[in-house]
């Protein structure tokens, strides 16, 4: 045992994407077994990886989740900076940039109304729940916005690891509401062409959770909809802890 544990340890990117790769077999079977697709196997899988990095944390007392525990350290560095960034960028490889011009004016409304609202309601949520210096609420109203700019803006203003785990909390709660709730609101928002995509995910700004919703609508929208939700979150970390906190420091002081 100790011998595979060595092994197993030694090549831990590896296991990670073993691990990974059942993991959403197993979601993807029980999203056709349970729920007839209408729950994509994404979304599951996000719920069980969710519990198990609650576990490992737990178990461990560490911070990384399951990463914690030595077997199952190459999940830290799948889980990190460097890949996740890699597999954004590579769904901009599938989108017609013919298509995108198309999205026009749309497009471009779309990312910045949808960062606005986001980090307005955000804003609202942290101080509904006691938040009132200007860190805190910057932090988990851009966390409303994504789980990628939640963090970044709370780096960059000093916000405290518990806001800035708030933050991370709401970014991924979002992101599965999104993923869950796309494939149910299609048809009534007329989420069937590649301008609709682009606008949608402009919108929604989750790139996770919009690529995982328009997979289970249909794949052929799921580069669109990523490419703007790309820009919406390039353009989140700018303005979270720029624009966002400057304003939020103004009206609610430091």
């Given at each position: 045992?100790?011998?595979?544990?060595d092994?197993?340890i030694?090549?831990g990117?590896?296991?990670?994407?073993?691990i990974?790769?059942?993991?959403?077999?197993?979601?993807?079977?029980l999203?056709?077994?349970?729920?007839?697709?209408?729950l994509?196997g994404?979304?599951?899988?996000?719920?069980?990886?969710?519990?198990?990095?609650?576990?490992?944390?737990?178990?461990?007392?560490?911070?990384?989740?399951?990463?914690?525990?030595?077997?199952?350290?190459?999940?830290?560095?799948?889980?990190?900076?460097?890949?996740?960034?890699?597999?954004i960028?590579?769904?901009?490889?599938?989108?017609?940039?013919?298509?995108?011009?198309?999205?026009?004016?749309?497009g471009?409304?779309?990312i910045?109304?949808?960062?606005?609202?986001?980090?307005i309601?955000?804003g609202?949520?942290?101080?509904?729940?006691?938040?009132?210096?200007?860190?805190?609420?910057?932090?988990?109203?851009?966390?409303?916005?994504?789980?990628i700019?939640?963090?970044?803006?709370?780096?960059?203003?000093?916000?405290?690891?518990?806001?800035?785990?708030?933050?991370?909390?709401?970014?991924?709660?979002?992101?599965?509401?999104?993923?869950?709730?796309?494939?149910?609101?299609?048809?009534?928002?007329?989420?069937?062409?590649?301008?609709?995509?682009m606008?949608?995910?402009?919108?929604?700004g989750?790139t996770?959770?919009?690529?995982?919703?328009?997979?289970?609508?249909?794949?052929?929208?799921v580069?669109?909809?990523?490419?703007?939700?790309?820009?919406?979150?390039?353009?989140?970390?700018?303005?979270?802890?720029?624009?966002?906190y400057?304003?939020?420091?103004?009206?609610?002081?430091?």
């Amino acid at each position: 045992m100790e011998l595979i544990a060595d092994v197993l340890i030694d090549n831990g990117l590896l296991f990670a994407f073993l691990i990974v790769g059942v993991l959403m077999l197993v979601c993807g079977w029980l999203s056709k077994t349970l729920t007839k697709g209408r729950l994509h196997g994404s979304a599951i899988a996000i719920i069980v990886g969710l519990v198990l990095a609650y576990v490992g944390g737990a178990a461990t007392g560490g911070e990384k989740g399951l990463a914690d525990v030595a077997v199952f350290s190459g999940l830290g560095l799948m889980g990190g900076s460097m890949l996740r960034d890699f597999a954004i960028v590579s769904t901009a490889y599938g989108v017609d940039v013919r298509e995108i011009r198309r999205s026009g004016a749309a497009g471009v409304l779309s990312i910045f109304l949808g960062i606005f609202v986001s980090f307005i309601v955000g804003g609202l949520v942290a101080v509904m729940f006691g938040y009132t210096d200007a860190a805190s609420i910057a932090t988990i109203g851009s966390g409303a916005a994504t789980y990628i700019v939640g963090p970044v803006t709370g780096t960059a203003v000093g916000a405290g690891s518990d806001v800035i785990a708030l933050s991370v909390a709401a970014g991924l709660l979002k992101a599965v509401v999104v993923m869950v709730g796309t494939p149910m609101i299609a048809k009534l928002i007329g989420l069937n062409n590649p301008k609709s995509a682009m606008a949608y995910g402009g919108l929604m700004g989750t790139t996770s959770g919009v690529a995982g919703g328009l997979a289970a609508t249909d794949k052929r929208l799921v580069p669109y909809g990523a490419m703007t939700a790309t820009f919406y979150t390039g353009m989140g970390c700018l303005l979270g802890p720029s624009v966002f906190y400057v304003a939020v420091r103004a009206i609610v002081g430091g």
